[in-house]
């Protein structure tokens, strides 16, 4: 891998904030617990947005990359295991990958099997650090309701 781990996960994280999440270190915690730097690797090649219309397949992924198509396979299977990007296919066309939108997406998936392993747990503990009253006014916007 060309840069440090540090550096792929500050840009994740920063890919991250144009789907609507604000940036800040807590994203950037989140980010490196769910992601290995492989998977991240390949995700901050996907487009952030618009979210969620915009998806890529991984040969458009490769194309950007430089990747192999095979490591982008693997990773963004992986994520979609792990709900951290969705996937659509329609007939006979190719998969297509993408970020989830922030206000239901990629801070919620951690919670969607509904387990309550060390994982999740310590995933609840970054996410409550994260949406803080600050980033839940800028995330969710600053209307009164």
Same mark, same amino acid.
């Given at each position: 891998? =060309?840069?440090?781990?540090?550096?792929?996960?500050?840009?994740?994280?920063?890919?991250?904030?144009?789907?609507?999440?604000?940036?800040?270190?807590?994203?950037?915690?989140?980010? &490196?617990?769910?992601?290995?730097?492989?998977?991240?690797?390949?995700?901050?090649?996907?487009?952030?947005?618009?979210?969620?219309?915009?998806?890529?397949?991984?040969?458009?992924?490769?194309?950007?990359? =430089?990747?192999?198509?095979?490591?982008?396979?693997?990773?963004?299977?992986?994520?979609?295991? &792990?709900?951290?990007?969705?996937?659509?296919?329609?007939?006979?066309?190719?998969?297509?990958?993408?970020?989830?939108?922030?206000? $239901? =997406?990629?801070?919620?998936?951690?919670?969607?099997?509904?387990?309550?392993?060390?994982?999740?747990? &310590?995933?609840?503990?970054?996410?409550? &650090?994260? $949406?803080?009253?600050?980033?839940?006014?800028?995330?969710? =916007?600053?209307?009164?309701?």
């Amino acid at each position: 891998m =060309g840069q440090s781990n540090m550096d792929i996960y500050t840009q994740l994280a920063e890919q991250l904030s144009m789907t609507g999440m604000p940036l800040t270190p807590a994203l950037t915690d989140m980010v &490196k617990q769910s992601f290995t730097p492989e998977q991240a690797q390949v995700a901050v090649h996907l487009t952030p947005w618009p979210v969620p219309l915009t998806t890529q397949t991984v040969e458009s992924i490769a194309r950007k990359s =430089g990747l192999p198509v095979a490591q982008i396979e693997e990773a963004l299977e992986q994520l979609v295991s &792990k709900n951290l990007v969705f996937c659509r296919q329609q007939d006979d066309t190719p998969k297509e990958y993408g970020f989830h939108h922030a206000g $239901f =997406g990629f801070p919620q998936s951690f919670f969607w099997d509904g387990e309550q392993s060390d994982t999740a747990k &310590k995933m609840t503990k970054l996410v409550v &650090k994260y $949406f803080n009253r600050d980033v839940t006014k800028e995330a969710l =916007g600053g209307t009164n309701t």
